[in-house]
């Protein structure tokens, strides 16, 4: 073994076992890097982090992601210690939308419901008729009681969700730099090259991306429509730290990356800030409560659709 994979693998054993004595969960979202995938109890999408948030036993968690998710597992879990291992790991689609943006959308448009990304702030959430992930959006906007939706920040999942759902859905013009930025022409060469193989890629990538895609799925659609699949190669149109999830799952199958789509913050966890974060118990995320309170219908909503 290399001296820096030994060294990883020795740092691996030590958050592991700390983690079982603070008696903590470590949950990591199928972005994050590899190595903290590897540590984590539990490796999940934005709406798989939820549910296991909310339902797990241990009343301590590490939540390895970016700022919103451990803000909506506090919320979820309020009794429980959300620990956040480095604080500036935030979402710049998250703060593309402002509560200002919404109210201005909602005076613009009084019929319509808001359904926000849950890549947004508390206050946009609390200002929310549900929260979605790109699992759910479209069951979620199908669920809304009105025939138009106010949508965001994603424009691209707002475009795909109006496309596939009979509402009028009013998109607010944000976007997720490493996924609008995917290079199309990187997905064409590889396509060029390994032509057997499906192609999946994320709604928040751009339209012209989905035109040449098997299919248009979140993370959590892309591993079950490969577990279906008979196919063996698969050309993956997300971050790229998921590949590293989708080779664990599926080792008897083929998986690369294209459109060159890496998040700087999904990177900002190493495994030195996560093992600090379970020595000091520390930064504890909090959200005020009142507006937690204000939050959680839209939050609840989303975790019980899909
Ligand atoms: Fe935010 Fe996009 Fe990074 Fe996800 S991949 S954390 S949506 S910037």
């Known amino acids: 073994m290399a001296p820096e994979q030994e060294r990883s693998a020795d740092l691996t054993s030590s958050v592991t076992a700390l983690a079982r004595k603070r008696g903590a969960l470590i949950m990591a979202h199928s972005y994050q890097p590899a190595e903290i995938q590897d540590a984590a109890d539990f490796v999940g999408d934005s709406l798989e982090l939820c549910r296991a948030a909310a339902s797990a036993p241990e009343e301590i968690i590490v939540l390895c992601g970016v700022r919103f998710m451990a803000e909506t597992a506090s919320v979820l879990a309020p009794r429980k210690l959300v620990i956040h291992p480095v604080p ?3 979402c710049p ?7 200002a943006d919404m109210r201005a959308m909602k005076a613009a448009f009084p019929a319509a419901l808001p359904v926000v990304y849950v890549n947004s702030s508390m206050e946009l959430k609390a200002l929310s008729y549900a929260c979605c992930t790109s699992a759910n959006a479209v069951q979620a906007v199908e669920s809304v009681p009105s025939g ?3 949508f965001g920040p994603d424009r691209n999942l707002g475009v795909f969700v109006s496309r596939r759902t009979g509402k009028v859905v009013r998109v607010f ?3 997720c730099p490493p996924h609008a930025r995917a290079d199309v022409s990187d997905l064409r060469t590889r396509i060029a090259e390994w032509p057997d193989a499906e192609v999946l890629v994320h709604p928040e990538t751009p339209p012209e991306a989905w035109d040449l895609a098997t299919a248009v ?3 959590g659609g892309m591993i079950r429509h490969v577990g279906r699949s008979s196919a063996t190669r698969f050309l ?4 790229g730290g998921f590949v590293h999830r989708l080779n664990k799952l599926f080792p008897d199958k083929q998986f690369l990356a294209v459109g060159r789509i890496s998040c700087p913050n999904m990177k900002k966890i190493t495994l ?3 093992s600090a974060s379970l020595e000091d118990l520390e930064p504890v995320v909090t959200v005020e409560p009142t507006l937690a309170r204000q939050a959680l219908a839209a939050i609840e909503r989303m975790v019980g659709i899909g």
């Open 93 to 99: 689609l998250a703060d593309s939308m402002t509560a």
């Open 173 to 175: 013009p944000g976007g």
């Open 272 to 274: 030195e800030s996560l």
């Open 88 to 90: 500036e790991a935030g």
């Open 236 to 239: 993956i149109g997300t971050e």
């Open 148 to 150: 138009e939706v106010i």
């Open 217 to 219: 799925l979140g993370t």
